[in-house]
Protein backbone atom coordinates (compact mmCIF):
# COMPACT_ATOMS: atom_id res chain seq x y z
CA UNK A 1 0.00 0.00 0.00
CA UNK A 2 1.00 3.30 -0.69
CA UNK A 3 -0.32 7.08 0.22
CA UNK A 4 0.39 10.04 -1.50
CA UNK A 5 -0.07 13.40 -0.46
CA UNK A 6 -0.36 16.07 -2.64
CA UNK A 7 0.35 19.91 -1.33
CA UNK A 8 1.50 23.35 -3.00
CA UNK A 9 -1.54 24.20 -5.06
CA UNK A 10 -3.15 27.46 -4.89
CA UNK A 11 -4.05 30.88 -6.69
CA UNK A 12 -1.44 32.30 -8.82
CA UNK A 13 -1.84 34.93 -11.66
CA UNK A 14 -0.93 34.01 -15.30
CA UNK A 15 2.66 33.81 -16.09
CA UNK A 16 3.46 32.88 -12.20
CA UNK A 17 4.99 29.61 -10.68
CA UNK A 18 4.14 26.87 -8.83
CA UNK A 19 5.65 24.10 -7.20
CA UNK A 20 3.48 21.14 -6.40
CA UNK A 21 5.23 17.95 -3.69
CA UNK A 22 3.67 14.35 -3.62
CA UNK A 23 4.73 12.98 -0.54
CA UNK A 24 4.25 9.13 -0.40
CA UNK A 25 4.56 6.80 2.62
CA UNK A 26 5.67 3.66 2.41
CA UNK A 27 8.90 1.92 1.28
CA UNK A 28 7.56 1.00 -2.25
CA UNK A 29 7.32 4.78 -3.65
CA UNK A 30 11.30 3.97 -5.85
CA UNK A 31 9.50 1.02 -7.07
CA UNK A 32 7.87 2.37 -9.49
CA UNK A 33 6.80 5.29 -12.07
CA UNK A 34 5.05 8.68 -10.93
CA UNK A 35 2.12 10.31 -12.91
CA UNK A 36 0.54 13.62 -13.02
CA UNK A 37 -2.55 14.11 -13.62
CA UNK A 38 -5.52 17.31 -14.20
CA UNK A 39 -9.03 17.64 -14.33
CA UNK A 40 -10.14 20.80 -14.68
CA UNK A 41 -14.27 21.70 -14.11
CA UNK A 42 -16.06 19.70 -16.74
CA UNK A 43 -13.32 17.93 -18.38
CA UNK A 44 -11.83 14.43 -18.30
CA UNK A 45 -9.24 13.65 -16.53
CA UNK A 46 -5.68 14.63 -18.45
CA UNK A 47 -2.22 13.30 -18.44
CA UNK A 48 0.48 16.11 -17.82
CA UNK A 49 3.56 14.26 -17.13
CA UNK A 50 5.21 10.99 -15.95
CA UNK A 51 8.41 10.12 -14.80
CA UNK A 52 10.08 6.42 -14.67
CA UNK A 53 10.90 4.86 -11.30
CA UNK A 54 14.63 5.78 -11.82
CA UNK A 55 14.33 9.87 -12.42
CA UNK A 56 16.29 9.66 -15.93
CA UNK A 57 13.55 9.70 -18.15
CA UNK A 58 10.20 11.90 -18.29
CA UNK A 59 7.44 12.92 -20.88
CA UNK A 60 5.46 15.64 -21.11
CA UNK A 61 1.75 16.70 -22.69
CA UNK A 62 2.04 18.99 -25.27
CA UNK A 63 0.20 21.63 -23.74
CA UNK A 64 3.19 21.45 -20.62
CA UNK A 65 5.74 20.89 -22.30
CA UNK A 66 8.84 23.68 -21.55
CA UNK A 67 7.07 25.10 -19.01
CA UNK A 68 6.62 22.42 -16.50
CA UNK A 69 9.05 19.80 -14.94
CA UNK A 70 8.51 16.38 -13.29
CA UNK A 71 11.31 15.08 -10.36
CA UNK A 72 10.98 12.77 -7.71
CA UNK A 73 13.81 12.25 -5.00
CA UNK A 74 13.57 8.44 -3.83
CA UNK A 75 15.38 8.96 -0.80
CA UNK A 76 13.09 11.65 0.50
CA UNK A 77 9.88 10.12 -1.29
CA UNK A 78 8.19 12.63 -2.62
CA UNK A 79 7.99 13.76 -5.87
CA UNK A 80 7.70 17.25 -7.82
CA UNK A 81 5.69 18.99 -10.14
CA UNK A 82 7.47 22.73 -10.97
CA UNK A 83 5.13 24.29 -12.88
CA UNK A 84 6.23 27.98 -14.63
CA UNK A 85 4.62 30.19 -17.18
CA UNK A 86 1.18 29.02 -15.88
CA UNK A 87 -2.16 29.83 -17.50
CA UNK A 88 -5.12 30.22 -17.29
CA UNK A 89 -6.17 27.01 -18.83
CA UNK A 90 -4.04 25.11 -16.55
CA UNK A 91 -6.34 25.51 -13.94
CA UNK A 92 -7.50 22.17 -12.22
CA UNK A 93 -7.31 20.16 -9.73
CA UNK A 94 -3.97 18.36 -9.63
CA UNK A 95 -3.26 14.67 -9.05
CA UNK A 96 -0.45 12.19 -8.42
CA UNK A 97 0.09 8.88 -9.12
CA UNK A 98 1.92 5.80 -8.77
CA UNK A 99 2.05 2.22 -9.01
CA UNK A 100 4.93 -0.25 -7.97
CA UNK A 101 4.38 -2.15 -11.22
CA UNK A 102 5.22 0.32 -13.48
CA UNK A 103 8.79 0.78 -14.65
CA UNK A 104 8.40 3.42 -17.02
CA UNK A 105 6.48 6.29 -18.72
CA UNK A 106 2.92 5.30 -18.25
CA UNK A 107 0.54 7.77 -19.36
CA UNK A 108 -2.75 6.19 -19.23
CA UNK A 109 -4.03 6.88 -15.63
CA UNK A 110 -6.12 3.46 -15.80
CA UNK A 111 -2.82 1.90 -15.08
CA UNK A 112 -2.08 3.57 -11.28
CA UNK A 113 -2.93 2.07 -8.62
CA UNK A 114 -2.33 4.66 -6.26
CA UNK A 115 -3.77 8.39 -6.42
CA UNK A 116 -3.49 11.44 -3.86
CA UNK A 117 -6.14 13.53 -2.97
CA UNK A 118 -5.73 16.22 -5.25
CA UNK A 119 -4.69 19.86 -5.04
CA UNK A 120 -6.69 22.88 -6.59
CA UNK A 121 -4.39 25.18 -9.21
CA UNK A 122 -6.22 28.38 -10.54
CA UNK A 123 -4.30 30.42 -12.61
CA UNK A 124 -5.73 33.76 -13.09
CA UNK A 125 -5.83 35.98 -16.14
Known amino acids: QVQLVESGGGLVQAGGSLRLSCAAS????????MGWFRRAPGKDREFVAV????????YYADSVKGRFTISRDNAQNTGYLQMDSLKPEDTAVYYC??????????????????WGQGTQVTVSS
Open 26 to 33: GRTFSSGS
Open 97 to 114: ATDQRLYGLELSPDEYDY
Open 51 to 58: IDRTGRST
